[in-house]
């Protein structure tokens, strides 16, 4: 089990409160000494650059992982994959493409899947969406407190895919224990017009209209309901309000 040391699972930073009783620098300088008594001891490389990724040292474990005397492990491919992805901006092609031949080989690997969930949210809504769905099937308990943030890109990955009936699961079910979470409702009122639900749409918006100077999105989304529904003064009230709100 590549979690028995605890270290893998500080590969994401969204674990490293799980890991907080744990002796990182002990285990660091153990895992520098034995690939200075042993260069060809591999776990130690990848082990090592979990930690150096924990701390935010992308590039160190880049070159750390560059001297792996296996570069084929899959856990060295996992940790060169997340480290050179945090390098640039954009990421390096490289890095993608480590980690999707990571998450060929094992799906289970959750923190390459949620790496390229992230990713390819609106270059690829659906894979970004396939890969999400992966990370919270095989994700640590210990990462749960996150699962809302992912359940929100999750949700918006099914709205880009236009996926209306997977996006209105994510964002009820988020409004569901935060009833007030505006970008939830925000997203939702989306999902409801693309689906052309616009009875839902009109009375969710209606109730959300102060705040539509911070969000224009809303005059505009419930302008075209109205249109829809054939009430082309309320429309035009709404396309105007909307021409002053937005930026």
């Given at each position: 089990?590549?979690?028995?040391t605890?270290?893998?699972?500080?590969?994401?930073p969204?674990?490293?409160?799980?890991?907080?009783?744990?002796d990182?620098?002990?285990?660091e300088?153990?895992?520098?000494e034995?690939?200075?008594?042993d260069?060809?001891?591999?776990?130690?490389?990848?082990?090592?650059?979990?930690?150096?990724?924990?701390?935010?040292?992308?590039?160190?474990?880049?070159?750390?992982?560059?001297?792996?005397?296996?570069?084929?492990?899959?856990?060295?491919?996992?940790?060169?994959?997340?480290?050179?992805?945090?390098?640039?901006?954009?990421?390096?092609?490289?890095?993608?493409?480590?980690?999707?031949?990571?998450?060929?080989?094992?799906?289970?690997?959750?923190?390459?899947?949620?790496?390229?969930?992230?990713?390819?949210?609106?270059?690829?809504?659906?894979?970004?969406?396939a890969?999400?769905?992966?990370y919270?099937?095989?994700?640590?308990?210990?990462?749960?407190?996150?699962?809302?943030?992912i359940?929100m890109?999750?949700g918006?990955?099914?709205l880009?895919?236009?996926?209306?009936?997977?996006?209105?699961?994510?964002?009820?079910?988020l409004l569901k224990?935060?009833?007030n979470?505006?970008?939830a409702?925000?997203?939702?009122?989306?999902v409801?017009?693309?689906?052309?639900?616009?009875?839902?749409?009109?009375?969710?918006y209606?109730?959300i209209?102060g705040?539509?100077?911070?969000q224009?999105?809303?005059?505009?989304?419930?302008?075209?309901?109205?249109?829809?529904?054939?009430?082309?003064?309320?429309?035009?009230?709404?396309?105007?309000?909307?021409?002053?709100?937005?930026?």
């Open positions: 089990d590549r979690d028995v605890g270290v893998q699972t500080c590969a994401l969204i674990c490293r409160h799980a890991l907080e009783s744990d990182f620098p002990t285990a300088a153990k895992f520098r034995a690939i200075s008594l260069p060809k001891l591999n776990d130690a490389y990848w082990r090592l650059a979990a930690i150096l990724y924990g701390k935010k040292k992308y590039s160190e474990a880049v070159e750390l992982l560059r001297r792996a005397p296996d570069k084929d492990d899959l856990d060295v491919r996992e940790q060169l994959g997340l480290s050179l992805y945090k390098t640039a901006n954009p990421p390096p092609a490289e890095a993608v493409k480590l980690l999707e031949d990571v998450v060929s080989k094992r799906p289970d690997s959750y923190a390459a899947e949620l790496q390229l969930g992230q990713h390819l949210v609106k270059s690829d809504p659906k894979r970004a969406a890969a999400l769905e992966v919270l099937k095989y994700r640590p308990v210990s990462a749960a407190s996150i699962d809302p943030q359940h890109v999750l918006t990955a099914y880009y895919a236009k996926d209306y009936d997977g996006a209105e699961r994510e964002f009820d079910g224990t935060k009833p979470d505006m970008t409702k925000l997203m939702l009122g989306a409801l017009v693309g689906k052309n639900e616009c009875s839902r749409a009109i009375s969710l209606e109730r209209l705040e539509a100077q911070r224009p999105s809303i005059y505009y989304n419930l302008g075209s309901c109205y249109l829809r529904e054939k009430r082309a003064a309320d429309a035009l009230r709404e396309a105007e309000l909307y021409t002053k709100a937005k930026p």
